[in-house]
């Protein structure tokens, strides 16, 4: 079996609480996953399960007290912040928010040259990888000369994915990256993400609370709850037929097209929460 790319070991990480002598809030309680090169690992749970907590721990933005972060073979758990720079070659990430993600005043071209800018590519360079980009994330070449407001939210997205790859990571944490969208957009970016990921064999760490969107492109499924992993799995089992009541509860909440169905969802998840 193929090596982690990225292996999270009985991750703990608490947050400070206000108050004198107030015990820390725990977000994980001794997290572990792997994500295998060129694999999807569905990270679902609801708000306040901690998943966005892992997501932000994997890329140096929240506390680590206990565990590891290991990340081809390199204990990153700690890592300062030249290390974290150099890191950003390897690891990269998409925001939930196309939104606010963007510099306003930026245009597109300068955007995705930021990144490797800093990494001393010329301009020549630059550009031409900027050409690429887009048209790998499917938007027109002169999309370039253009800002951030001129674009629709699943396009401001398709931006955000094509910044991420800029510097043609190994792994990109995925964060709510398509719940601000309309369902037929999020279906759209979902279908670019999986056809780039066959093109380039980069990894994903997939942090959603919609059981129906992980199911759509994850190879394996993890599920949060109150900071701990309660199912575990192969992503179609886990989503289309999950053992946990609160997997169970997840499946019931995801929305369906049809009115008759999802009244009967709604009614079988009320039964669930009484129980």
């Known amino acids: 079996m193929t090596a982690p790319l990225l292996a999270v070991e009985d991750l703990v990480v ?7 002598r107030r015990p820390p809030f725990r977000a994980l309680k001794g997290v572990s996953l792997d994500v295998r090169p060129g694999e999807t690992v569905g990270l679902v749970g609801e ?27 390199r204990d990153i ?19 939930q928010d196309p939104y606010t993600s963007l510099n306003p005043s930026m245009r597109i071209t300068e955007i995705l040259a930021e990144p490797l800018s800093v990494r001393g590519v010329s301009t020549r360079d630059a550009e031409r990888r900027v ?57 759209h970016v979902l279908d670019l993400l999986v056809d780039i990921q066959e093109s380039t064999g980069v990894a994903y760490l997939f942090v959603s609370h919609d059981l129906s969107v992980v199911r759509h492109i994850s190879h394996r499924v993890a599920v949060l709850y109150h900071g701990e992993i309660v199912e575990t799995g192969d992503g179609a089992e886990v989503t289309a037929t999950p053992s946990h009541p609160y997997t169970q509860r997840l499946l019931l909440a995801s929305p369906v097209p049809d009115p008759a169905a999802q009244e009967r969802r709604r009614a079988e998840r009320h039964q669930l929460l009484r129980s």
């Open 14 to 20: 608490d947050f400070p609480t206000r108050g004198w």
């Open 47 to 73: 708000s306040g399960s901690g998943k966005t907590t892992l997501g932000r721990a994997v890329l140096g933005l929240a506390p680590v007290t206990a565990g590891r972060i290991v990340f081809d073979g």
């Open 77 to 95: 758990t700690r890592a300062g912040r030249a290390e974290r720079r150099a890191l950003a070659s390897d690891i990269q990430v998409v925001f």
């Open 131 to 187: 050409r690429q980009l887009l048209d790998q994330v499917r938007l027109p070449s002169d999309a370039g000369d253009r800002l951030p407001r001129e674009f629709s939210g699943g396009q401001r997205q398709r931006i955000a994915i094509a910044r991420a790859l800029a510097l043609s990571p190994r792994l990109v944490v995925c964060d709510e990256p398509v719940s601000a969208l309309d369902l037929s957009t999020q279906s």
